[in-house]
C-alpha cells in the first residue's frame, strides 16, 4: 500500500512539472496565454479603408509641380485614398476657400507664411497626440526646424516638416562662356562674387546684361546673420536698432549690384531681376534663389544651360549659408478624417519617401547623411553640381514672432529701394522701422478681434 502511494505520488509530481513547464514555455501559465490570444484584437489598418485627403497650398505652385513631388507617390501607396490637391488661383485664395466652407486636410507652405497664414485663419491643429500615437520619431528630423514650429506655437506641433530649402547660387553658363570668364566654385565669399558680377554686368547689343541678382524676400527670410525680425520681449522691430541689418543690406543687396550700367538700369525699371530674368530672359549670369527652383521650372531649366554653387557667405562666417526653408504640413482643423491624414503625413516623413524627394532633387528634412547622399539621382538634372546644397551649414534660425511674414515683407521692401537707389540706407531703415511698428500694431488689433 505504502509503495503504491509512493508511485501515485511521483506520478502527480511529473505532471505538475510538466504542466509548469509547458506554461513556462508559452510565456506563463498556458490558460492565461490561451485566454489571452482568444481576446487580443487584431490592429486596425486605416489604410485599407477609404478616405479623401485634400491639400492645399496658396504658394501658387502648378498641379504638376504638386503631383511630381508628392501625389504620383502617395496614389501609389495609399491605393485606398483619393489624394487631391487644390492649387491656388481665382476663386481658390485661403480666404475664398474658407468663405465657401471648401474643406481641405492638410495644409502646406514656407516656414513663417505657415504661421502667418494658418493662425490667421485659426485653421492649425494641434498634432501632438497624433504624432505620438503614429510613433513618428521627432529626433530624426534637422533639430533647427522641429525647434522652429514649437517655438510659435508655444510647444504645440501644428505641422510636421516634410522637404526642405536653402539658398544656393545659380549661374548662367552661356553668359560666363560669352565673356570668356571662370565659373563660381563652392565656397567663395560675398566680395567675391561681388567682384564676378561687376565683370560680368555690362549694356551690349542693346542687352542689358545683369552679373548678379536676388529674391530679395527669399534673402530676408533666409538670412545668413541670424538677426530677430522683432525683439520679442518688447514687440519692436530690430531692423533699425540693431546694426548688423545695415551690414547685411550693404553686402547682400547693394554691393553686388553697384555696377554703373546696373544702376540706371534698375534705377529705370524700378524693380530688381527676378527668376524670370533669370531661367526665361537669360540676361542674369547669377542667381541667388531657393536650391528646389528647378523642380518648380522644370521646363525652364532645361533650356537653359545652368549649374549652381553653394551660396556665397560672409568672411567673418566662413561655412555658414542660409537658414533653412522648410515646408511645413499641417493637418487643418476642418480635416474630415485626421487619422487618415496622419497615416500620410507618417509617410511623407519617412525615410523611404525622404529618399525619394532627394533622388529628384529636393532637399530632405531628415539628419540623414545616407539620405542626403541621394540628392538629385534620378533628377533630370542628375549631372548638376548637387554638392553645392549641403556645402554650407545651415545658419541658425533667430527667434520667431507671429507677424513674422509681415515684417518680412517690410524689411525687403526697404532693402530693394537701397538696391534700385531710390533711398539710400540709413534713410531706408528709418522708414522700414516705422512701416514695421505699423504692421505690429496692426496684427496686435486683429488678435484683439
Given at each position: ?5 509512493h ?17 513556462a514555455?508559452?510565456g506563463?501559465?498556458?490558460?492565461k496565454?490561451k485566454e489571452?490570444?482568444g481576446?487580443?484584437k487584431?490592429?486596425?489598418?486605416i489604410?485599407?479603408e ?5 491639400f492645399?497650398?496658396?504658394n ?12 504620383d507617390?502617395?496614389?501609389k501607396?495609399?491605393p ?13 485664395n485661403?480666404p ?5 466652407g ?6 502646406f507652405?514656407?516656414i513663417g507664411?505657415?504661421?502667418?497664414f494658418?493662425?490667421d ?10 504624432i505620438?500615437s503614429?510613433?513618428v520619431d ?9 525647434d522652429?514650429?514649437k517655438q510659435?506655437?508655444g ?10 530649402t ?10 560666363f562662356d560669352k ?11 560675398w ?16 542687352t ?9 524676400l ?10 530677430p525680425?522683432a525683439?520679442l ?9 540693431d546694426?548688423r541689418?545695415k551690414t ?6 547693394i554691393?553686388p549690384?553697384s555696377e ?6 534698375l534705377l529705370?525699371?524700378?524693380k ?10 537669360k540676361n ?8 528646389s527652383?528647378m ?11 545652368w ?5 556665397p557667405t ?6 555658414v549659408?542660409s ?8 493637418i ?8 487618415a491624414?496622419m497615416?500620410v503625413?507618417?509617410?511623407m516623413?519617412s525615410?523611404?519617401?525622404q ?5 529628384k ?6 539628419k ?5 547622399k ?7 538634372f542628375?549631372d ?6 549641403f ?9 520667431l514672432v507671429p ?12 532693402g530693394?529701394?537701397t ?13 522700414a ?8 500694431a496692426?496684427f496686435k488689433?486683429?488678435?484683439?478681434k
Amino acid at each position: 500500500m505504502k509503495k503504491r502511494m509512493h508511485k501515485v505520488l511521483i506520478f502527480t509530481m511529473t505532471v505538475a512539472l510538466l504542466g509548469a513547464c509547458s506554461g513556462a514555455g508559452s510565456g506563463g501559465d498556458g490558460n492565461k496565454a490561451k485566454e489571452g490570444q482568444g481576446t487580443e484584437k487584431p490592429v486596425k489598418d486605416i489604410t485599407k479603408e477609404p478616405a479623401e485627403i485634400v491639400f492645399y497650398s496658396n504658394n501658387g505652385d502648378p498641379t504638376e509641380s504638386f503631383d511630381f513631388r508628392f501625389g504620383d507617390s502617395l496614389r501609389k501607396k495609399f491605393p485606398n485614398y483619393t489624394i487631391k490637391y487644390i492649387m491656388r488661383g481665382q476663386g481658390t485664395n485661403l480666404p475664398e476657400l474658407l468663405a465657401a466652407g471648401t474643406r481641405f486636410d492638410i495644409f502646406f507652405t514656407t516656414i513663417g507664411n505657415f504661421e502667418n497664414f494658418a493662425f490667421d485663419s485659426a485653421i492649425e491643429y494641434d498634432m501632438t497626440g497624433l504624432i505620438e500615437s503614429s510613433k513618428v520619431d521627432l529626433n530624426r528630423f534637422e533639430p533647427t526646424i522641429i525647434d522652429a514650429i514649437k517655438q510659435t506655437s508655444g510647444g504645440k506641433m501644428y505641422a510636421l516638416p516634410v522637404f526642405n530649402t536653402n539658398l544656393v547660387l545659380y549661374y548662367n553658363k552661356t553668359l560666363f562662356d560669352k565673356f570668356g570668364i571662370a565659373y563660381p566654385k563652392n565656397g567663395m565669399t560675398w566680395e567675391q562674387v561681388t567682384e564676378l558680377s561687376k565683370r560680368l554686368s555690362r549694356s551690349e547689343g542693346g542687352t542689358q546684361y545683369y552679373g548678379f541678382t536676388q529674391s530679395p524676400l527669399h534673402s530676408v527670410r533666409m538670412r545668413q546673420l541670424p538677426i530677430p525680425l522683432a525683439d520679442l520681449k518688447t514687440d519692436t522691430p530690430t531692423i533699425n536698432t540693431d546694426d548688423r541689418w545695415k551690414t547685411y543690406f550693404q553686402t547682400v543687396f547693394i554691393n553686388p549690384t553697384s555696377e554703373p550700367t546696373v544702376q540706371d538700369m534698375l534705377l529705370k525699371e524700378n524693380k530688381v531681376p527676378s527668376a524670370a530674368e533669370f531661367a526665361k530672359t537669360k540676361n542674369v549670369a547669377m542667381f541667388n534663389y531657393v536650391s528646389s527652383l528647378m523642380t518648380v521650372w522644370e521646363k525652364e531649366f532645361k533650356e537653359l544651360d545652368w549649374d549652381m554653387v553653394s551660396m556665397p557667405t560672409f568672411k567673418e562666417l566662413p561655412g555658414v549659408g542660409s537658414q533653412s526653408y522648410p515646408a511645413y504640413f499641417g493637418i487643418t482643423k476642418m480635416a474630415q478624417n485626421k487619422e487618415a491624414a496622419m497615416e500620410v503625413l507618417k509617410y511623407m516623413t519617412s525615410d523611404e519617401f525622404q529618399t525619394e524627394l532627394a533622388r529628384k532633387g529636393i532637399m530632405p528634412v531628415l539628419k540623414n547623411e545616407t539620405i542626403q547622399k541621394e540628392m538629385g539621382k534620378e533628377s533630370p538634372f542628375k549631372d548638376k553640381n548637387w554638392s553645392a546644397v549641403f556645402y554650407n551649414k545651415f545658419a541658425p534660425i533667430p527667434p520667431l514672432v507671429p507677424y513674422e511674414a509681415q515684417l518680412a515683407g517690410v524689411y525687403q521692401s526697404y532693402g530693394t529701394k537701397t538696391q534700385i537707389g531710390t533711398l539710400d540706407l540709413n534713410t531706408a531703415m528709418r522708414q522700414a522701422e516705422e512701416d514695421a511698428k505699423k504692421q505690429i500694431a496692426d496684427f496686435k488689433q486683429k488678435q484683439v478681434k
